[in-house]
């Protein structure tokens, strides 16, 4: 079935460093790709997609790409800022049914 | 425009009780989802209604059974309770016009507590 893995957290950062989350996933067809932050308190909020091969999703200075070779969707920002501070959840749906399969979150904690 | 709507924000029950959790779509969103998110891990998908039927459902119980309205909204029942059901409940909503690939959204859920 299908599968999401995201990098270990918590990731701690100080301000004005460079983030990336990575992950992976496992599908059967071809998914559309996305990338779901949570904010302390608050349920999920859409921070980006791509739906084919090479698309690159792009957000409030968030980046990935969907790169089929290697099956992966890595999050990047050049410059994290303490607002960033949140859970970010990579997630996958495919064409052929109408859930989303989520990864477990990955922590990321910005210090001014 | 009020976004996905969920009631009550909050609850506490007791083992072998019964809970319903109610939601509310974005306006103009016809599909709605539930998904359980257990403290530390990523949302798990319960089911989804379309056209008030169950459309597709995830790898959970009979215990959890839901409804949709004429209206969209959408209830989760979940009957004898155990303390594993302990989980913030999320509900999601898409726009028809765009597709499960635009992203779906979500509300700010429903934290149960099971004791």
């Known amino acids: 079935g299908d599968s999401v893995t995201q990098m270990e957290g918590p990731v701690t950062l100080s301000e004005e460093a460079f983030l990336t989350i990575n992950c992976t996933y496992t599908?059967?067809?071809?998914?559309?790709l996305f990338w779901y932050v949570q904010y302390p308190g608050e349920g999920l909020q859409l921070l980006l997609k791509?739906?084919?091969?090479?698309d690159k999703g792009s957000n409030k200075g968030f980046e990935a790409t969907y790169r089929k070779e290697t099956t992966s969707f890595h999050l990047e920002k050049g410059s994290v800022q303490v607002s960033d501070s949140a859970v970010y959840f990579c997630?996958?749906?495919?064409?052929?049914?109408?859930?989303?399969?989520f990864g477990k979150g990955t922590l990321l904690t910005v210090n001014p | 425009d009020a976004g996905v709507t969920q009631s009550p924000t909050h609850l506490i029950k007791t083992r072998g009780q019964q809970v319903t959790l109610r939601c509310s779509p974005k306006s103009g969103h016809d599909t709605v989802s539930w998904y359980q998110q257990a403290l530390g891990q990523g949302p798990q998908f319960i089911f989804q209604y379309y056209e008030e039927e169950e459309r597709q459902r995830g790898n959970f119980p009979d215990r959890f059974s839901g409804h949709q309205f004429p209206n969209y909204s959408s209830e989760l029942n979940v009957n004898a309770l155990l303390l594993g059901d302990s989980a913030l409940y999320l509900c999601?909503?898409?726009?028809?016009?765009?597709?499960?690939?635009?992203?779906?959204?979500f509300g700010s859920g429903t934290r149960l507590t099971v004791v």
């Open positions: 999601a909503s898409l726009d028809p016009r765009q597709g499960q690939v635009s992203g779906y959204t």
């Open positions: 599908a059967t067809g071809y998914p559309s």
């Open positions: 791509a739906t084919k091969a090479d």
């Open positions: 997630a996958l749906s495919e064409s052929s049914n109408y859930k989303l399969t």
